[in-house]
């Protein structure tokens, strides 16, 4: 047990620098972009879930967050949000960088994440009506305060404390993982049905709707580990939307539309994660 707590130690002491660094960036593209981002997809009209997807992909404090209250106040349209959703990274992109996954594979991820969101995106919006447009004051900072995305305390104690949360998750999946690989052994665990080409994503895809950054840090060190193959994961982080979800239900009047989002996302989530199982 020392010595599989000592690894865990060890293993996320390494990765301290890079995900400070990582946050540190993320942080910064954040404060420059924040409001931007928003103006171009409340502007999107049409293209909504082509911009939705592609701003969606870049890692920024609090912006599905953001999304769910312009769908909440009918300033975009489901497939915008869904598109916001399947896109967003949460905390995958940092772990991958920390854990020097190669350039090509993280590039890929991003890619797919945001190609899946398009599609889902819009077909969402030839299946269901468009809200309609409105023009409300977005308060981004003050929706990300609320959120707890410090964004308040600057891009510096607040890329340290991102990384001091995460580094605690990492630290203890890690160290949960490694003793149960140690007990049950990695090929056996990589064997059930977690990694099932079509139970897995099934399986992936609940765990990703969890309202909460642990979900994708879950799924990815998973996936790292060898654990999960990359069709559960991709279901997973898909239907992740960090802190959105509960902005969403708090937001929203209309529970059976919301009810609606979640039931999309999974399935879309899913069936993804399924489809990049089979041939990947």
Request: proline share 2%; net charge neutral.
């Amino acid at each position: 047990m020392w010595d599989i707590l000592l690894d865990a130690l060890i293993d996320t002491a390494k990765l301290l620098p890079f995900l400070f660094a990582t946050y540190l960036a993320m942080e910064y593209l954040e404060h420059k972009t924040s409001m931007k981002v928003l103006i171009a997809v409340q502007k999107a009209g049409n293209f909504g879930p082509l911009i939705g997807g592609v701003l969606g992909a870049v890692p920024q404090c609090g912006f599905s967050a953001a999304a769910s209250g312009l769908y909440a106040g009918k300033i975009i349209s489901i497939g915008t949000l869904v598109a916001i959703y399947l896109s967003t990274s949460d905390e995958m992109l940092p772990m991958l960088i920390s854990e020097k996954a190669p350039v090509g594979f993280i590039l890929s991820v991003i890619a797919a994440k945001m190609a899946i969101g398009i599609f889902w995106g819009f077909l969402c919006d030839r299946l269901f009506f468009r809200n309609e447009n409105a023009h409300e004051h977005i308060n981004i900072h003050g929706m990300c305060e609320e959120e707890h995305c410090h964004c308040e305390k600057g891009i510096w104690g607040s890329s340290l404390k991102h990384t001091l949360k995460i580094a605690l998750f990492i630290l203890v999946i890690s160290a949960a993982l490694n003793l149960v690989i140690d007990l049950v052994g990695a090929d056996t665990l990589s064997g059930l049905i977690f990694n099932h080409k079509i139970f897995g994503p099934l399986i992936a895809s609940l765990v990703g709707l969890i309202p909460n950054c642990a979900s994708s840090v879950i799924l990815t060190q998973m996936y790292l580990e060898g654990v999960i193959g990359v069709g559960s994961m991709m279901a997973g982080l898909l239907t992740g939307a960090g802190v959105g979800w509960l902005v969403l239900f708090r937001a929203s009047k209309n529970l059976k539309k919301t009810l609606k989002v979640i039931g999309l996302i999974y399935v879309f989530g899913a069936v993804s994660g399924m489809v990049i199982g089979l041939f990947f």
